[in-house]
T-cell receptor, first 115, second 113 residues
């Protein structure tokens, strides 16, 4: 199968600090990865599309300066939440598109709590 | 506008009863179609998917879904629900060009013993 991992699985940080979340495709190369945000008891909302070697494409309403995305290799994309505040607390899920499979493969998610 | 609608926010069924979760979409062209299940605090698990061909799709855990182009629907069914099926279910459409997904709002399933 196609496995996608996320690290860390959960993180607690203080308001004003930055947090980095890693998303890795373990057994395939992914030129495109996606980042989603899910509030409690709500659906997944696409935040941005991450393309290897180029700038991420952000969805309308997502602050690109706050949610920094880097896709430096074909197996790794990172999401950095800068100057985190309590309202940034959420479940962040990444996915990786595998060429030829026509679908995204999802990571297990990262629970971010900002105090 | 492109959208995915899951009309039922909550559904409660008795164990052993049949289940149907509804999903309707509004999209320019026939997208890829998916059903996912999510347990509390967990990630998504793919139940089944439709790309083309046979409109009745079989998935894992005894689930199936039927694509009806005329109704822009992709309803999920299971003939006999188990207590372990209690979870949140999401329908999603995938763009055939960009592979971006739009998720429905989800249906929370409760199973009575």
């Amino acid at each position: 199968g196609a496995v996608v991992s996320q690290h860390p699985s959960w993180v607690i940080c203080k308001s004003g600090t930055s947090v980095k979340i890693e998303c890795r495709s373990l057994d395939f190369q992914a030129t495109t990865m996606f980042w989603y945000r899910q509030f409690p008891k709500q659906s997944l909302m696409l935040m941005a599309t991450s393309n290897e070697g180029s700038k991420a494409t952000y969805e309308q309403g997502v602050e690109k300066d706050k949610f920094l995305i880097n896709h430096a290799s074909l197996t790794l994309s990172t999401l950095t939440v800068t100057s985190a505040h309590p309202e940034d607390s959420s479940f962040y899920i990444c996915s990786a598109y595998r060429q030829g499979y026509n679908e995204q493969f999802f990571g297990p998610g990262t629970r971010l709590t900002v105090l | 506008a492109q959208s995915v609608t899951q009309p039922d926010i909550h559904i409660t069924v008795s164990e052993g009863a049949s289940l149907e979760l509804r999903c309707n979409y509004s999209y320019g062209a026939t997208p890829y179609l998916f059903w996912y299940v999510q347990s509390p605090g967990q990630g998504l698990q793919l139940l089944l998917k439709y790309f083309s061909g046979d409109t009745l799709v079989q998935g894992i855990k005894g689930f199936e879904a039927e694509f009806k182009r005329s109704q822009s629907s992709f309803n999920l069914r299971k003939p006999s629900v188990h207590w372990s099926d209690a979870a949140e279910y999401f329908c999603a459409v995938g763009d055939r060009g960009t592979y971006k997904y739009i998720f429905g709002t989800g249906t929370r399933l409760k199973v009575l013993a």
